[in-house]
């Protein structure tokens, strides 16, 4: 098997600005970085079961394109009382995040139990058929209606477990250091650092 050597750049299988800046606010470091965008304008198509077949399909091929080392993630929201929906289909759930929230909390209204999870899979890409996966999740509620205007998707009704504040409302600074991105990217900037 290949070795991981400390790459210069990185290539992020993303064209997601809010994710992008997520990604270097976290890593941060000597490392530059790139996007998928930069070599092709086309993306892929998310047709994986699990954030792990979604993440690595990224991954690999954007390696591919790009023949540089490749960090791809997949994400969702897995709601307890939905079965663990809408999860690996989150972005898909409604033509915006604003049907997509309205969905969200239809479905839960009346339902006491408002437990869910983000969650996160990063592979990094590193050489042919060679990956390392980092995971991280951050449990916490729903809210009864949407609050706050930073962050992304989801944000406005997600409430971090320890916090009575949704994510939009405690602001990227917070969510930085407690959301699943931000668990999984520390895992693998130890895994960097160790290299
Ligand atoms: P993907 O990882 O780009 O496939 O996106 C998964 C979807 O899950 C996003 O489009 C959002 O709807 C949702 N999601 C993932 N991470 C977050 C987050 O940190 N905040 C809010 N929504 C998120």
């Given at each position: 098997?290949?070795?991981?050597?400390?790459?210069?750049?990185?290539?992020?299988?993303?064209?997601?600005?809010?994710?992008?800046?997520?990604?270097?606010?976290?890593?941060?470091?000597?490392?530059?970085?790139?996007?998928?965008?930069?070599?092709?304008?086309?993306s892929v198509k998310e047709a994986g079961r699990t954030l792990v077949d979604n993440s690595l399909t990224k991954a690999a091929f954007t390696f591919k394109v790009s023949g540089k080392p490749s960090l791809a993630d997949d994400s969702g929201l897995f709601i307890e009382a939905l079965d663990g929906k809408p999860g690996v289909y989150s972005a898909r759930y409604g033509s915006d995040d604003n049907e997509r929230i309205t969905k969200v909390l239809k479905q839960l209204a009346n339902e006491k139990n408002r437990r869910a999870?983000?969650?996160?899979?990063?592979?990094?890409?590193?050489?042919?058929?060679?990956y390392a996966v980092f995971e991280g999740e951050c449990r916490g509620m729903i809210a009864d209606e949407p609050r706050g205007s930073s962050g992304f998707g989801y944000d406005p009704i997600f409430i971090p477990k320890g916090y009575s504040k949704t994510f939009a409302e405690l602001g990227e600074k917070v969510k930085n250091r407690i959301s699943h991105r931000a668990k999984a990217l520390i895992r693998f900037k130890k895994y960097l650092t160790n290299l």
């Open positions: 098997m290949a070795r991981s050597v400390k790459p210069r750049s990185i290539v992020l299988a993303t064209r997601n600005p809010h994710k992008i800046a997520e990604i270097k606010a976290i890593l941060g470091g000597r490392i530059q970085y790139e996007s998928i965008g930069d070599f092709l304008g086309i999870s983000f969650k996160a899979v990063f592979i990094y890409y590193y050489a042919p058929n060679t």
